[in-house]
């Protein structure tokens, strides 16, 4: 029996990696370093580069390679305007002017144009973001920066295991950044990564890392049990009696029920959180990240052929954006994002037919009063903020999934556009 109801994502973690997390949980390690080292070593050689270095977040990470690069008050970096807040408030508290360059419209990604034409002779850095598992032109950007002399700080976090021209991301830039959230595509139950074939930035970031204090296990814990409720809560058999008819509710009151809850403040730093002092990794989080390594092609590859499917079925719908990839992009699919002008009335439509969706967490940073000090115009990133909608595109949904959502964006466009 189907029941066509299709949550908007459903976590990596899996019931062996829960009972990896709670045997650790029970039996902890006298020393995490050794599983933390055999983690960050298998990391970097699936990313092809030398170091590896476990970090508390990606956001932490960004400001460690700022210190770690020398880049300070005054300096400038280019970051895209379409991008998480965390990233330019960093850059703002280590008193780095975050300057905005806009993407391109529909692949979402830093535009090397409008990148060369935000340097100024203060840049210092630029940070691509591959954003929604979507590389970046990494050919182009990568001669720019190498013309005006900048380093290339890659921002992975939503594109882990992608590649550019065969190249895993993370792979192109003086170093790169990953997190591993419960809602990433791959988890260690919060924690991160930095990837660097540089010897001196490996040194500087890990001497920083080994003078913080380990991880709060109770930390650990949480998300561990956050991630074993998520997995029932999205099960196909579950997700219909349990999640699904909250959010038909919420949709009928004009409420997302998950959107807030899972989200954070947007706020601006005045100095940094003291949990970034206190987050050394641990066993437990590297033990899951080993084990979520060896799936991560499998998980990654049916991003992949579920994005594929919607990319081929969705082209000639009328009315919608599809995404677009640049020359040499070999996409993940973190989401499989569409825009409408009518985005909120068809995301109502959705949900109407049992396909949940979302509009995702990113902001146009360039028009955000946070960065009001640094405002610029990047006019595809207002767009995109307005009118994008994340259709589902996870791992568990199987082919009657996918047909499902495709002939459900066909019916909902037709009651919003008649
Ligand atoms: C593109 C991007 N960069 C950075 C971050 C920040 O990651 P963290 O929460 O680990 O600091 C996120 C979080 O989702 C992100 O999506």
């Not at 993407?103 to 830093?110: E, I």
């Not at 204090?213 to 049990?225: G, I, R, V």
């Not at 989200?263 to 990240?289: H, I, N, T």
Request: proline share 8%; glycine share 6%.
């Amino acid at each position: 029996m189907y029941f066509g109801r299709i949550p908007r994502f459903s976590p990596s973690f899996s019931p062996a990696e829960a009972l990896i997390s709670a045997r650790m949980f029970l039996n902890p390690p006298d020393d995490d370093a050794l599983k933390v080292q055999e983690f960050e070593q298998k990391f970097a050689a699936f990313i092809g580069v030398k170091h590896g270095i476990m970090v508390p977040s990606a956001r932490y990470a960004f400001y460690l390679l700022l210190g770690a690069l020398d880049i300070s008050a005054d300096d400038e970096v280019v970051i895209p305007g379409l991008t998480y807040f965390a990233i330019p408030a960093m850059a703002a508290l280590a008193g780095v002017k975050p300057v905005f360059a806009d993407v391109g419209l529909r692949s979402h990604v830093l535009d090397p144009a409008a990148f060369e034409a935000a340097i100024t002779p203060r840049t210092r850095a630029v940070v691509p973001t591959h954003l929604y598992g979507t590389p970046c032109p990494m050919g182009p950007i990568l001669e720019v920066a190498r013309r005006h002399k900048l380093a290339v700080i890659e921002d992975c976090a939503q594109s882990t295991g992608a590649r550019y021209n065969g190249r895993r991301v993370g792979s192109f830039g003086r170093a790169s950044y990953y997190t591993f959230g419960l809602t990433k595509n791959i988890t260690t139950l919060s924690g991160a990564m930095i990837t660097t074939d540089d010897d001196e930035i490996n040194a500087r970031v890990r001497a920083q890392v080994a003078a913080s204090t380990p991880a709060d296990p109770q930390k650990a814990k949480k998300e561990a049990l956050v991630g074993t409720a998520m997995m029932f809560a999205t099960h196909p058999l579950i997700y219909p009696w349990t999640l699904h008819p909250v959010i038909r509710l919420g949709n009928k009151l004009g409420k997302d029920p998950i959107h807030e809850p899972f989200g954070e403040p947007e706020v601006v730093y005045d100095g940094l959180p003291s949990s970034f002092m206190k987050s050394r990794p641990r066993a437990v989080q590297a033990a899951v990240g080993i084990k979520q390594l060896e799936r991560i092609e499998a998980l990654n590859g049916a991003r992949i052929r579920n994005g594929r499917a919607l990319d081929v079925e969705l082209a000639h719908v009328p009315g919608l954006v599809l995404p677009e990839y640049p020359e040499g992009a070999e996409p993940i699919y973190m989401s499989f994002v569409v825009h409408h002008s009518r985005r909120d009335a068809l995301m109502a439509a959705l949900r109407r037919r049992g396909v949940d969706t979302t509009v995702g967490y990113m902001n146009n940073c360039a028009d955000h009063p946070l960065f009001d000090a640094f405002r610029r115009d990047c006019p595809h990133a207002a767009q995109i903020k307005a009118e994008q909608l994340h259709l589902p595109v996870h791992p568990s949904l199987d082919s009657r999934d996918v047909a499902h959502i495709v002939e459900s964006v066909r019916r909902a466009l037709k009651e919003v556009d008649p």
